[in-house]
């Protein structure tokens, strides 16, 4: 209802993201669905920033994308680099499956961070998100349904006659350039 050529688009980017996507959650051995959270973070959007400063296709904070390797000065910010903040979402991923062994919480805690959640269930005394949702912040209550639509969506898009729509992405015209050492730009 908000935004209907939400995922006729996703379904054109996701061509391009998905393979990158889905090539590292096997790597890690995670869920593939977990591509779909891209959607609900940034609309594969890589230069996309949220009000909080979280950035690229994952979201990832200043502070969460150093924890995990992403370079961020005034002259780059990897947290927009597909493959690389993908490789850190994945090891974030990992690290919040450790702790709560719930796919569902995994989510809350990916919007909520982690010491929200796990200190949500311990007030609340609850050890599943479904009986945790009605204590946590709105937007939190929100994701892991949200996660759920978008996953759908994208899976069965053709039971609602829903199609991608054509999009100019002009990737053939990007390459990656590695230097050895520091050049003037």
């Not at 891209?38 to 230069?47: F, M, R």
């Not at 994208?154 to 990007?174: G, P, R, T, V």
């Given at each position: 209802?908000k ?6 688009k996703m ?15 096997d790597r890690f051995?995670l869920?593939?669905?977990?591509k ?6 940034s ?8 009000k909080?400063?979280a950035?690229?296709?994952w979201q990832f ?8 390797g992403l370079n ?8 927009k680099?597909p493959?690389k ?9 990992t690290?919040?499956?450790e ?5 569902n919480l995994?989510l809350?805690a ?8 796990k ?7 609850v ?5 945790l ?8 209550q ?10 759908y969506?994208?899976?069965?898009h053709k039971e609602?006659?829903?199609?991608k729509?054509?999009i100019n ?11 050895q ?5």
């Amino acid at each position: 209802v908000k935004d209907k050529n939400l995922i006729p688009k996703m379904l054109s980017l996701s061509e391009h993201y998905f393979p990158i996507f889905e090539q590292q959650l096997d790597r890690f051995q995670l869920p593939l669905e977990l591509k779909y959270l891209a959607i609900v973070e940034s609309s594969l959007n890589p230069n996309s920033v949220s009000k909080s400063g979280a950035s690229g296709l994952w979201q990832f904070i200043y502070s969460t994308g150093k924890e995990y390797g992403l370079n961020v000065t005034s002259y780059i910010d990897e947290r927009k680099d597909p493959l690389k903040s993908t490789i850190a979402a994945c090891e974030y991923f990992t690290y919040l499956f450790e702790i709560f062994d719930d796919w569902n919480l995994v989510l809350a805690a990916y919007n909520g961070g982690p010491g929200y959640v796990k200190r949500a269930m311990i007030k609340y005394d609850v050890d599943n998100y479904w009986d945790l949702r009605k204590h946590l912040r709105k937007e939190t209550q929100g994701y892991v349904p949200t996660f759920f639509a978008i996953s759908y969506l994208m899976n069965f898009h053709k039971e609602y006659n829903i199609s991608k729509i054509d999009i100019n992405l002009n990737f053939a015209d990007n390459d990656t350039i590695s230097f050895q050492r520091q050049v003037p730009f």
